[in-house]
Protein backbone atom coordinates (compact mmCIF):
# COMPACT_ATOMS: atom_id res chain seq x y z
CA UNK A 1 0.00 0.00 0.00
CA UNK A 2 1.53 3.55 -1.00
CA UNK A 3 1.68 6.00 1.95
CA UNK A 4 1.21 9.90 1.81
CA UNK A 5 3.17 11.33 -0.88
CA UNK A 6 4.19 15.05 -1.23
CA UNK A 7 5.29 16.84 -4.43
CA UNK A 8 7.38 18.58 -4.88
CA UNK A 9 10.16 17.20 -2.46
CA UNK A 10 11.62 20.99 -2.39
CA UNK A 11 10.92 24.32 -4.02
CA UNK A 12 12.64 27.59 -4.14
CA UNK A 13 11.08 30.27 -4.87
CA UNK A 14 11.37 34.16 -4.37
CA UNK A 15 9.42 36.32 -2.48
CA UNK A 16 5.93 37.32 -3.73
CA UNK A 17 5.85 34.67 -6.01
CA UNK A 18 3.10 31.91 -5.85
CA UNK A 19 3.74 28.56 -4.90
CA UNK A 20 0.96 25.06 -4.99
CA UNK A 21 2.31 22.27 -2.95
CA UNK A 22 0.77 18.77 -3.37
CA UNK A 23 -0.28 15.67 -1.15
CA UNK A 24 -1.82 12.58 -1.90
CA UNK A 25 -2.95 10.59 1.15
CA UNK A 26 -3.42 7.05 1.33
CA UNK A 27 -6.43 5.43 -0.41
CA UNK A 28 -9.08 5.65 1.74
CA UNK A 29 -8.34 8.18 4.48
CA UNK A 30 -10.97 10.57 5.10
CA UNK A 31 -8.87 12.28 7.42
CA UNK A 32 -5.97 14.83 5.78
CA UNK A 33 -3.70 17.51 7.65
CA UNK A 34 -1.03 19.82 6.77
CA UNK A 35 1.44 21.02 9.25
CA UNK A 36 4.61 23.04 9.10
CA UNK A 37 7.79 23.25 10.45
CA UNK A 38 9.96 26.24 10.18
CA UNK A 39 13.12 26.14 10.89
CA UNK A 40 14.85 25.00 14.77
CA UNK A 41 10.89 24.98 16.09
CA UNK A 42 7.94 22.72 16.28
CA UNK A 43 6.13 21.32 13.91
CA UNK A 44 3.16 23.06 13.87
CA UNK A 45 -0.66 22.54 12.81
CA UNK A 46 -2.05 24.24 9.91
CA UNK A 47 -5.35 22.34 8.98
CA UNK A 48 -7.28 19.65 8.52
CA UNK A 49 -9.96 18.16 6.25
CA UNK A 50 -12.51 15.93 6.33
CA UNK A 51 -12.73 14.02 3.23
CA UNK A 52 -13.57 17.71 1.18
CA UNK A 53 -14.70 19.95 4.09
CA UNK A 54 -12.28 21.62 6.01
CA UNK A 55 -12.90 20.31 9.60
CA UNK A 56 -10.59 23.10 11.58
CA UNK A 57 -8.11 25.65 9.57
CA UNK A 58 -6.92 27.56 13.22
CA UNK A 59 -3.20 27.05 12.37
CA UNK A 60 -3.53 28.61 8.70
CA UNK A 61 -1.59 31.81 9.68
CA UNK A 62 -3.04 34.30 7.16
CA UNK A 63 -4.71 34.90 4.07
CA UNK A 64 -2.02 33.78 1.55
CA UNK A 65 -2.68 30.26 2.56
CA UNK A 66 -5.19 28.01 0.77
CA UNK A 67 -6.05 24.81 1.08
CA UNK A 68 -8.31 22.50 -1.10
CA UNK A 69 -9.25 19.24 -1.15
CA UNK A 70 -11.65 18.58 -4.05
CA UNK A 71 -13.33 15.38 -4.09
CA UNK A 72 -11.82 14.36 -1.08
CA UNK A 73 -8.95 13.05 -2.22
CA UNK A 74 -5.31 14.68 -2.97
CA UNK A 75 -5.11 18.20 -1.43
CA UNK A 76 -3.43 21.35 -2.20
CA UNK A 77 -1.90 24.17 -0.13
CA UNK A 78 -1.09 27.55 -2.07
CA UNK A 79 0.97 30.03 -0.62
CA UNK A 80 0.57 33.24 -2.84
CA UNK A 81 2.39 35.46 -2.38
CA UNK A 82 5.16 33.89 -0.54
CA UNK A 83 7.17 35.88 2.32
CA UNK A 84 10.43 34.95 3.63
CA UNK A 85 8.48 33.62 6.74
CA UNK A 86 7.16 31.14 4.98
CA UNK A 87 10.19 29.00 4.58
CA UNK A 88 10.13 25.62 5.95
CA UNK A 89 9.28 21.86 5.88
CA UNK A 90 5.34 21.13 4.93
CA UNK A 91 4.11 17.65 5.84
CA UNK A 92 0.78 16.03 5.19
CA UNK A 93 -0.58 13.11 6.99
CA UNK A 94 -3.83 11.13 6.69
CA UNK A 95 -5.43 9.14 9.46
CA UNK A 96 -8.39 6.18 8.68
CA UNK A 97 -10.63 7.04 11.55
CA UNK A 98 -12.33 9.95 13.38
CA UNK A 99 -10.62 9.62 16.87
CA UNK A 100 -7.71 8.34 18.25
CA UNK A 101 -5.98 7.02 15.37
CA UNK A 102 -2.10 7.03 13.86
CA UNK A 103 -1.36 9.94 11.36
CA UNK A 104 0.59 8.90 8.84
CA UNK A 105 2.85 11.40 7.93
CA UNK A 106 4.71 11.93 3.93
CA UNK A 107 8.20 12.79 3.47
CA UNK A 108 7.24 16.74 3.51
CA UNK A 109 8.02 19.50 1.30
CA UNK A 110 11.13 21.97 1.76
CA UNK A 111 10.09 25.76 0.85
CA UNK A 112 12.30 28.08 0.53
CA UNK A 113 11.86 31.69 0.18
CA UNK A 114 14.63 33.66 -1.51
CA UNK B 1 -3.29 25.50 26.31
CA UNK B 2 -1.79 22.14 25.39
CA UNK B 3 2.40 21.90 25.06
CA UNK B 4 5.01 19.37 24.71
CA UNK B 5 8.55 20.20 25.91
CA UNK B 6 11.19 18.74 24.69
CA UNK B 7 13.93 19.96 26.42
CA UNK B 8 17.02 18.03 25.53
CA UNK B 9 17.45 20.25 21.70
CA UNK B 10 20.57 17.20 20.64
CA UNK B 11 22.00 14.79 22.17
CA UNK B 12 25.39 12.84 21.52
CA UNK B 13 25.86 9.07 22.50
CA UNK B 14 28.80 6.45 21.45
CA UNK B 15 27.12 3.18 19.75
CA UNK B 16 25.70 0.89 22.25
CA UNK B 17 24.80 3.53 25.03
CA UNK B 18 21.79 3.55 26.29
CA UNK B 19 20.22 6.67 26.09
CA UNK B 20 16.77 8.37 27.29
CA UNK B 21 14.74 11.28 25.34
CA UNK B 22 12.55 13.30 27.76
CA UNK B 23 9.50 14.72 27.05
CA UNK B 24 7.00 16.71 29.49
CA UNK B 25 3.68 17.25 28.05
CA UNK B 26 0.62 20.05 29.37
CA UNK B 27 -3.07 19.72 28.88
CA UNK B 28 -6.10 20.41 30.79
CA UNK B 29 -7.88 17.35 30.05
CA UNK B 30 -8.09 13.51 31.35
CA UNK B 31 -8.56 12.13 27.76
CA UNK B 32 -5.27 12.43 25.63
CA UNK B 33 -2.97 10.74 23.64
CA UNK B 34 0.52 10.78 23.28
CA UNK B 35 3.10 10.04 20.05
CA UNK B 36 6.52 9.64 19.27
CA UNK B 37 8.27 9.97 16.03
CA UNK B 38 10.89 9.42 14.64
CA UNK B 39 12.36 11.78 11.45
CA UNK B 40 15.60 9.86 10.08
CA UNK B 41 18.01 12.13 7.39
CA UNK B 42 15.19 11.24 4.67
CA UNK B 43 13.18 13.60 6.09
CA UNK B 44 9.64 11.76 6.61
CA UNK B 45 8.03 11.46 10.05
CA UNK B 46 7.88 7.79 10.92
CA UNK B 47 5.45 6.40 13.64
CA UNK B 48 7.11 4.79 16.56
CA UNK B 49 4.47 4.74 19.65
CA UNK B 50 0.61 6.21 20.66
CA UNK B 51 -0.29 6.14 24.19
CA UNK B 52 -3.70 6.55 25.71
CA UNK B 53 -3.65 8.67 29.02
CA UNK B 54 -5.34 5.68 30.50
CA UNK B 55 -3.10 3.52 29.56
CA UNK B 56 0.44 3.93 32.02
CA UNK B 57 1.94 0.96 31.74
CA UNK B 58 5.33 0.73 29.94
CA UNK B 59 6.03 -0.42 26.93
CA UNK B 60 8.68 -2.32 25.45
CA UNK B 61 9.11 -3.28 21.62
CA UNK B 62 12.84 -4.29 20.96
CA UNK B 63 15.13 -1.60 22.09
CA UNK B 64 12.91 1.12 22.38
CA UNK B 65 10.97 1.38 25.38
CA UNK B 66 8.64 4.05 26.88
CA UNK B 67 7.93 5.53 30.57
CA UNK B 68 4.50 7.17 30.81
CA UNK B 69 4.28 9.15 34.24
CA UNK B 70 0.75 10.90 34.80
CA UNK B 71 1.69 12.41 37.72
CA UNK B 72 4.94 13.61 36.41
CA UNK B 73 3.18 14.75 32.93
CA UNK B 74 6.09 12.74 31.24
CA UNK B 75 6.41 10.40 28.43
CA UNK B 76 10.10 9.66 27.88
CA UNK B 77 11.53 7.46 25.16
CA UNK B 78 14.62 5.19 25.96
CA UNK B 79 16.99 3.66 23.28
CA UNK B 80 18.94 0.50 25.07
CA UNK B 81 22.64 -0.16 23.11
CA UNK B 82 21.90 2.63 20.61
CA UNK B 83 22.88 1.94 17.03
CA UNK B 84 24.10 4.39 14.51
CA UNK B 85 20.73 3.58 12.53
CA UNK B 86 19.23 5.71 15.62
CA UNK B 87 20.30 9.25 14.67
CA UNK B 88 17.36 11.30 13.67
CA UNK B 89 15.15 13.64 15.36
CA UNK B 90 12.79 12.45 17.81
CA UNK B 91 9.43 14.25 17.94
CA UNK B 92 7.30 13.39 20.99
CA UNK B 93 3.01 15.12 20.72
CA UNK B 94 -0.16 15.31 21.96
CA UNK B 95 -3.30 14.70 20.41
CA UNK B 96 -6.63 15.98 22.45
CA UNK B 97 -9.59 15.21 20.67
CA UNK B 98 -11.84 16.09 23.07
CA UNK B 99 -10.83 19.86 23.64
CA UNK B 100 -10.00 20.11 20.33
CA UNK B 101 -13.69 19.06 19.00
CA UNK B 102 -12.28 16.08 17.12
CA UNK B 103 -9.81 17.41 15.40
CA UNK B 104 -6.86 15.03 16.37
CA UNK B 105 -4.44 17.36 15.22
CA UNK B 106 -0.96 16.82 16.83
CA UNK B 107 0.81 18.93 19.36
CA UNK B 108 4.58 18.74 18.91
CA UNK B 109 7.68 19.25 20.79
CA UNK B 110 10.41 20.90 19.22
CA UNK B 111 12.80 17.57 18.38
CA UNK B 112 15.64 15.77 20.06
CA UNK B 113 18.61 15.58 17.67
CA UNK B 114 20.48 12.09 18.21
CA UNK B 115 23.41 11.12 16.93
CA UNK B 116 24.67 7.94 17.66
CA UNK B 117 28.35 7.93 17.03
CA UNK B 118 30.42 4.52 15.95
Known amino acids: EAGVTQFPSHSVIEKGQTVTLRCDPI?????LYWYRRVMGKEIKFLLH????????ESGMPNNRFLAERTGGTYSTLKVQPAELEDSGVYFCASSQAWASNEQFFGPGTRLTVL | AQKVTQAQTEISVVEKEDVTLDCVYETRDTTYYLFWYKQPPSGELVFLIR??????QNEISGRYSWNFQKSTSSFNFTITASQVVDSAVYFC???????????????FGKGTKLTVNP
Open chain 2, 51 to 56: RNSFDE
Open chain 1, 27 to 31: SGHDN
Open chain 1, 49 to 56: FVKESKQD
Open chain 2, 93 to 107: ALSDPLLQGGSEKLV
